[in-house]
């Protein structure tokens, strides 16, 4: 689950950030100035930002040099109608996005949203995931399984390499719906569409493998996992 450090010293509008976003399936850290965000940056380890440019202690623009000189996480700027200049500082510093206050719910969740999806295609397009059983290319969106080719459709391919990604642990339905499918977790839709297409990617692989064993488990009530390695057959 993304976690994302809301650093803002107003209380009210920080404790309604972290209502929401909590709403919106995203784990929460709190810092209410400059010194405890850096010191949550390092304690938290957050997947994204959203940091207040006006905060005491230290300022947003110092929060921004410590993070950048340690890390790409994605950080979206906080700031005032009418501070310009403070904009194009942060971005040029590193900034990856912001909103003006006051801003809407939707605006902001729409921004993380682009944000998180720049930042994830970024890295995909730079790792080839590779364990014992498959390899996934991003750059050129091959799959294969004990070497053998997998034709897998660009759905199957995404599910396929954000499960391997997040091997470690059981991965929410709305979850793959939010992350491959970019459909917001609110619209309430049927989760039908992620159990079939791990239906036909679970088969692909098996039939790939030479195995019924399954490659790919289901929690009840839950979501699915990656495991892996599977018996090689006698």
């Keep these: 689950m993304t976690k994302i450090l809301i650093v803002e010293d107003e209380a009210g509008l920080r404790q309604g950030l972290e209502i929401n976003l909590r709403l919106e399936n ?4 709190q810092a209410a100035d400059g010194e405890e965000a850096i010191r949550l940056f390092h304690s938290e380890r957050p997947d994204l930002v959203l940091l207040d440019l006006m905060l005491p202690k230290k ?11 340690l ?4 950080v979206i700027l906080l700031t005032a109608r009418g501070q310009e200049t403070d904009k194009v500082r ?9 909103v003006t206050k006051p801003f809407g719910l939707q605006e902001l969740f729409a ?3 682009a944000v998180m999806r720049r930042t994830d295609v970024a890295q995909s397009a730079k790792t080839i995931c590779e364990d ?3 390899k996934l290319d991003p750059s050129t969106r091959e799959a294969s399984a004990r070497s053998q080719k997998l034709k897998l459709s660009p759905k199957e391919f995404d599910l396929l390499m954000y499960l391997f990604k997040n091997r470690e642990r059981v991965v929410p339905r709305d979850e793959l719906l939010s992350r491959v ?37 289901a929690v009840a009530k ?13």
């Design 111 to 113: 921004r993380i949203d």
């Design 132 to 134: 014992a059983l498959i």
């Design 90 to 98: 942060g971005l040029r510093g590193g900034a990856d996005d912001y």
């Design 222 to 234: 839950i979501g699915y996992r990656y495991l892996g390695e599977v018996p090689v057959p006698a």
């Design 181 to 217: 499918w970019n459909y917001r977790v609110d619209l309430n839709l049927n989760s039908r569409t992620v159990d079939t297409h791990v239906t036909r990617l679970r088969r692909k692989l098996q039939k790939a493998v030479g195995t019924d064993a399954a490659v790919i488990v």
């Design 71 to 74: 890390s790409k996480v994605p």
């Design 26 to 29: 995203y784990e929460t850290a």
């Design 59 to 69: 300022s947003g623009f110092e929060v921004l040099d410590h993070i950048r000189k």
